[in-house]
């Protein structure tokens, strides 16, 4: 896709007012990013499910956002924009109910990706968890999934780490922008992931403060993109729980490893299982088995 196009999605993403599903209503009206910001305010007002006030908002904010200015902080920063018409774009993402219009990328996307496992968890695990987390993900990692996670503090950082040190492949989504890596004592570990031919991925502008409401959408990326989620120390109110929850929802696979029964960490973990909502392990083969032949 060429520089000019890039810039028409840019704006429309970063229109005031436009969200995930507004960009792919716009898209079905208007057709093109293109169109969507060369249409008038009247046909804008004309769109359905949009409203007049939303319109106005839309309209004004593709006039004042600087798409230049939001691409050269990109190519700075060596970040990829990929648009979900891209070829490059993650094809299950691109078939979940509220795909990203736009991806940031940082390192590279390839067609392995689709043979791929969240590892999620919380952010404070115990020894156990930690051990479970890099154990289980280093031997998904040796026998050839690309493991996926968040790269938060805990769980996250542990499926991460053990992929590398497998020789893996591994993929991280922030809740953030690519300039805002976070937490910030990650840093480094997001560069580990892009140098080992993994990427760093957010659907965020690249200067997006890690604002609490960034997560959940953050999560639905990780479930949908891999073929299943795989609980690890997942407390009550774990964010954990919202990604496995989704990757339920988007008919993906959802493994949990027990815990100590009366563990408040593993509460989430414990109630998926209980509820059938998630498929006990406690071995790798537990995982493979289940999804049979991928």
């Known amino acids: 896709m060429n520089r000019e196009d890039i810039l028409y999605w840019l704006r429309v993403h970063l229109a005031t007012g436009v969200g995930p599903k507004r960009f ?6 208007f057709g093109t990013p293109r169109n969507i910001v060369n249409a008038s305010l009247s046909a804008l007002r004309e769109t359905p499910n949009l409203g007049r006030s939303t319109a106005n908002r839309i309209y004004e904010g593709l006039q004042i956002v600087d798409s230049e200015a939001e691409l050269a902080e990109a190519e700075k920063a060596g970040v990829t924009i990929i648009p979900i018409i891209d070829s490059t774009y993650p094809e299950f993402l691109r078939n979940c109910p509220d795909p990203p219009p736009i991806l940031y990328v940082k390192g590279r996307l390839q067609d392995r990706d689709q043979l791929s496992l ?6 404070r695990p115990g020894l156990y968890g930690s051990e479970q987390a890099y154990r289980f993900s280093l031997l998904l990692a040796q026998t050839g999934f690309v493991i996926v996670s968040g790269l938060a503090r805990g769980i996250d950082a542990q499926a991460h780490r053990a992929a ?8 991280a989504v922030l809740g953030s922008g690519l300039n805002q890596i976070y937490p910030p004592e990650h840093h480094e570990l997001a560069d580990q992931i892009v140098q080992s031919g993994g990427a760093v991925i957010s659907e965020f502008p690249m200067n997006t ?3 609490a409401g960034n997560f959940p959408a953050r999560n639905r990326i990780v479930a949908a993109i891999t073929l299943g989620t795989l609980l690890v120390e997942a407390p009550a109110q774990s964010g954990a729980l919202i990604t496995a929850a989704l990757a339920q929802e988007y008919n993906r696979e959802v493994f949990a490893v027990p815990g100590p029964v009366d563990h408040p960490g593993f509460a989430g973990s414990h109630n998926f299982i209980k509820t059938g909502k998630a498929k006990l392990v406690t071995c790798l083969e537990d995982i493979l088995d289940e999804l049979g032949d991928v």
């Open 164 to 171: 590398l040190l497998a020789k893996g492949r591994t993929l």
């Open 24 to 29: 792919q209503m716009l898209l079905q009206t």
């Open 118 to 123: 969240a590892v999620v968890g919380t952010r």
């Open 209 to 211: 403060a890690p604002q």
